[in-house]
């Protein structure tokens, strides 16, 4: 997932420059079978706090899609901060995101965001990937974009009473969820995934690639092929593969 949104664009003078950087490395990875991705976060100058800080529905948006179409197909996206809601989903599905990789089942989060702090919600979404409705992203229904959720890991009873107290703090009384947590594919997993979803995805972020962090990488490859027989597929795939079963092909 590269990034492109008005944040990059500010700071470097192009929305692509995270393709342009390394562009034949993008390049090779693509040509051996592997689906690159946009990633973005919902930021725009605010000139009378003197900083980037969140703005909810980016005129922008377009614009960056279109700088790494210049380069690739953009069919799949993961959005800063896992954030989302109807409008970003819709405004998704009509840019021809073909997948969105952003749910974090059980979850809600109170993150910085510039000198906002917003709400990230994923409490009611299922943990199968599912088309989002038009008036509710957690919900099933009829959008062409295919929303694929994160894999939850066991959390523990001191991981539980934190989130929790963490919720209270915010006046959340919802208990849902409390017993799932996420982990990144570069930590070192203590216990295995746990879902009964078909379909599991995790996620990294790249300065998780040290040294150690790599080994855990190929140690949790191992765990899942293990585990779970997998197959590995791209997101463009899965959503290929998840409406032909849906039709019964």
Not at 31 to 42: F, K, Q, R, T
Not at 61 to 69: C, F, N
Not at 115 to 132: C, D, F, G, M, Q
Not at 215 to 225: A, P, S, Y
Request: proline fraction near 4%; aromatic fraction near 10%.
């Amino acid at each position: 997932m590269i990034r492109a949104d008005d944040s990059v664009r500010f700071a470097t003078g192009k929305f692509d420059s995270g393709y342009l950087r390394i562009g034949k490395t993008w390049d090779q990875l693509s040509d051996e079978g592997h689906e690159l991705g946009w990633h973005m976060h919902l930021m725009s100058y605010d000139a009378a706090a003197g900083c980037y800080s969140f703005n909810p529905e980016p005129a922008w948006l377009g614009a960056a899609r279109e700088s790494l179409a210049q380069h690739f197909d953009v069919r799949s996206t993961r959005t800063g901060w896992d954030f989302c809601s109807n409008w970003l989903m819709r405004r998704l599905d009509e840019l021809g995101v073909v997948v969105d990789l952003s749910a974090l089942p059980g979850n809600v989060i109170w993150q910085a965001a510039g000198k906002t702090t917003i709400e990230v919600n994923w409490l009611r979404a299922a943990s199968s990937p599912y088309h989002p409705a038009a008036d509710d992203y957690q919900k099933n229904g009829n959008l062409q974009i295919l929303e694929v959720p994160m894999t939850g890991f066991p959390n523990s009873v001191a991981g539980m009473a934190r989130r929790l107290a963490w919720r209270l703090r915010h006046a959340c009384l919802s208990v849902k969820g409390l017993g799932s947590r996420h982990t990144m594919l570069t930590e070192r997993w203590k216990q295995p995934p746990r879902s009964s979803a078909k379909t599991a995805a995790f996620f990294f972020h790249p300065s998780g690639l040290t040294a150690s962090g790599i080994e855990n990488f190929r140690t949790n490859l191992d765990t899942i092929r293990s585990l779970f027989n997998a197959e590995f597929v791209t997101a463009s795939n899965l959503a290929r593969d998840f409406d032909g079963i849906r039709r019964g092909g």
